[in-house]
């Protein structure tokens, strides 16, 4: 079905809008997907809270002109469908990619971030990248290691001597 002017400035702007609003971008192709897998992608995408959105390539590479993801105007042939990741740069690429184990029919086509083109390869390495809260707590862990260790540290003579005497003690009562 064609869509209207209206219809189609209202889609660039609902897509600018989100592209505005992203970290990250992911060109997909789709095609031999059916119905009920798109459906289910959609559900899953939505539960990690990623847009994705089928938009024709004309309106896919208007709609990414002036944000940070005009780089990737000249990747986005065939049939494509668009995804954003608004709080985790990661969301999307794990979305993708964990779809995409279950149905070859998926392939990135490039992806962005921060301004910059990535090459679909690179799917995998931010898809690695970690949530926020992990991040929080990679931090937490290593912001606390000097200070667990130097507590162990200065309770081992006291934890020694008490083992000592108990051990004499036994010894003693042997």
């Known amino acids: 079905m064609?869509?209207?002017?209206?219809?189609?400035?209202?889609?660039?702007?609902?897509?600018?809008?989100?592209?505005?609003?992203?970290?990250?971008?992911?060109?997909?192709?789709?095609?031999?997907l059916t119905v009920s897998e798109m459906t289910e992608l959609r559900k899953e995408a939505r539960s990690a809270g990623v847009y994705l959105r089928v938009v024709k390539n004309t309106l896919a590479r208007r709609a990414v002109e002036g944000t940070d993801f005009e780089c990737m105007q000249d990747s986005l042939k065939g049939p494509i469908l668009l995804a954003f990741?608004?709080?985790?740069?990661?969301?999307?690429a794990r979305v993708i990619r964990d779809f995409a184990k279950g149905?070859?029919?998926?392939?990135?086509?490039?992806?962005a971030t921060g301004g910059q083109l990535l090459p679909a390869t690179d799917l995998e390495m931010l898809a690695d990248l970690p949530t926020l809260?992990?991040?929080?707590?990679?931090?937490?862990?290593?912001l606390i290691a000097p200070m667990s260790q130097l507590a162990r540290t200065l309770a081992?003579?006291?934890a020694m001597l008490a083992r000592t005497l108990s051990a004499r003690g036994s010894q003693e009562a042997a």
Do not use: C, F, N
């Open 2 to 32: 064609a869509l209207r002017l209206e219809d189609k400035k209202a889609l660039v702007q609902e897509v600018k809008a989100i592209a505005g609003d992203s970290v990250t971008a992911i060109a997909v192709e789709y095609r031999g």
């Open 85 to 92: 990741a608004k709080e985790d740069p990661g969301a999307a």
């Open 156 to 158: 081992e003579p006291s």
């Open 103 to 111: 149905h070859s029919a998926l392939q990135a086509v490039s992806l």
């Open 133 to 142: 809260e992990q991040a929080r707590a990679m931090l937490l862990g290593v």
